[in-house]
């Protein structure tokens, strides 16, 4: 089955970065892709990024150009490069990934929570200002 786990989450102040970390084992390919999710007490799990299977990121708004997602195929790990850090950034972190639908496209991917099958069990962000 696949697993996946978290690692990299923190607390920092107002301006800094992270990374996180997402390492995946168990049977999953090329035709996997994964996406980086977060929740926040009272809030709804969202969509922060993913990449598609051709390596097509795709990012949430209020992180588009501070937050990068890259995967080393190679280890199959995921990562989230977090820059200037906000207060409001602050949840719970987790990575989950899919098989790819046959009727996507390779340059797709989905940010809705509901489409993946297979999550980690998270990592803690915290920024405080």
């Known amino acids: 089955q696949v697993q996946l786990m978290e690692s990299g989450g923190g607390s920092v102040q107002a301006g800094r970065s992270l990374r996180l970390s997402c390492q995946a084992s168990?049977?999953?390919?090329?035709?996997?892709?994964m996406g980086w999710f977060r929740q926040a007490p009272g809030k709804e799990r969202e969509g922060v990024a993913c990449i598609a299977i051709d390596g097509t990121p795709s990012y949430k708004d209020s992180v588009q150009g501070r937050f990068t997602i890259s995967q080393d195929n190679t280890e199959k790990t995921l990562y989230l490069h977090m820059h200037s850090l906000r207060p409001e950034d602050t949840a719970m972190y987790y990575c989950?990934?899919?098989?790819?639908?046959?009727?996507?496209?390779?340059?797709?991917?989905?940010?809705?929570?509901?489409?993946?099958?297979?999550w980690g069990q998270g990592t803690q962000v915290t920024v405080s200002s």
């Open positions: 989950a990934a899919r098989r790819r639908p046959t009727y996507s496209s390779a340059w797709f991917c989905s940010r809705a929570a509901s489409d993946f099958p297979h």
């Open positions: 168990g049977p999953i390919d090329r035709d996997y892709y």
